[in-house]
Structure formats: structure tokens, C-alpha cells
């Protein structure tokens, strides 16, 4: 993972390098032509070389990771909706891992859903049950 963020990083700066030349006038024009033909062909290889290792780390694509990143929005938007954000005392904007004032509540609420999980792992009946209400996302109720 490291050498995929370091060929963003390069990534990055080739593109700000290019964007700076190109914001350039200068005289001989060829010069800065040559340059940005360069870096351009520089920029490809990086990418080519990061689309490389995230393929062979079995990284997913940015669809995907967008895809996930939607569905973790719609989870934490759950928790919200069902109250629990409020119940463990969470404010939303503040940083669970970084505010001191968060820390708690956030462990507290990450333990929680250990045990929810736990309860469905070891086969406890709940799901057919939980299930029955199906409200927030149905329009028919």
C-alpha cells in the first residue's frame, strides 16, 4: 500500500509540474512543449505502474470503492436513524478516533455491535424477527 500512495504522491506532483508549465509563457515555445510531452508520458507510466500493483494487490476499482463507500454511508445513516448514535452519546462532525470526548463512546458503541454480531453468528432467532420491520426504507408501511 505504501508504494501505491508514493505513485499517487508522484502522480500528484507531475500533474501540478504540468499545470505550472502550462500556466507558463515563455519563449522558445518547443521548450516547454517538449517538457509537457514529457511529463505527460511520465504522469501514464505512474499511473500504469499504480494501476499495476492495485491489480495485483486485488485492490478494487474506484467504482467499486465508491460502492462502498455509499454503503457505508448508508449504515451510518441507519445507526442515526435508529437512534443508536444518540444513545452512545456520538456527535456527528467530531473525529470518533482523534477527540478525546469521542473515544469512549465510540469503544462503547464498536463493542456493542461485537455482541450484535456475536448473537447472530452463534444463531440466535433474531434476523426473522428484525426483519419483519421492514418500515424505514418501504414505502408500503
Same mark, same amino acid.
Given at each position: 500500500?505504501d508504494? #501505491?500512495h508514493?505513485?499517487?504522491?508522484? #502522480?500528484?506532483?507531475?500533474?501540478?509540474?504540468r499545470?505550472?508549465?502550462?500556466?507558463? $509563457?515563455?519563449l522558445p515555445?518547443?521548450?516547454p512543449? +517538449?517538457?509537457? +510531452?514529457r511529463?505527460?508520458? $511520465?504522469?501514464t507510466?505512474?499511473?500504469?505502474q499504480?494501476?499495476?500493483?492495485?491489480?495485483?494487490?486485488?485492490?478494487?476499482?474506484?467504482?467499486?470503492?465508491?460502492?462502498r463507500t455509499?454503503?457505508?454511508i448508508?449504515?451510518?445513516?441507519l445507526?442515526?436513524?435508529?437512534?443508536?448514535?444518540?444513545s @452512545?452519546? #456520538?456527535i456527528?462532525g467530531?473525529?470518533? $478516533? +482523534?477527540?478525546?470526548?469521542?473515544?469512549?463512546?465510540?469503544?462503547?458503541l @464498536?463493542?456493542?455491535?461485537?455482541?450484535?454480531?456475536?448473537?447472530?453468528?452463534?444463531?440466535?432467532?433474531?434476523?426473522?424477527?428484525?426483519?419483519?420491520?421492514?418500515?424505514?426504507?418501504?414505502?408500503?408501511?
Amino acid at each position: 500500500m505504501d508504494k #501505491i500512495h508514493a505513485l499517487e504522491k508522484r #502522480i500528484q506532483t507531475l500533474r501540478e509540474k504540468r499545470e505550472q508549465i502550462q500556466t507558463q $509563457q515563455t519563449l522558445p515555445l518547443t521548450v516547454p512543449t +517538449k517538457t509537457l +510531452k514529457r511529463l505527460s508520458q $511520465q504522469i501514464t507510466k505512474a499511473e500504469e505502474q499504480r494501476y499495476r500493483r492495485m491489480h495485483r494487490l486485488e485492490i478494487t476499482s474506484p467504482t467499486a470503492r465508491k460502492a462502498r463507500t455509499r454503503s457505508l454511508i448508508q449504515i451510518g445513516s441507519l445507526c442515526d436513524s435508529a437512534g443508536v448514535l444518540k444513545s @452512545f452519546g #456520538i456527535i456527528l462532525g467530531k473525529d470518533l $478516533q +482523534k477527540d478525546p470526548e469521542m473515544q469512549e463512546p465510540a469503544a462503547a458503541l @464498536f463493542k456493542g455491535l461485537l455482541v450484535l454480531n456475536e448473537m447472530v453468528e452463534e444463531g440466535e432467532d433474531h434476523l426473522p424477527l428484525w426483519t419483519q420491520s421492514r418500515g424505514w426504507w418501504n414505502s408500503e408501511n
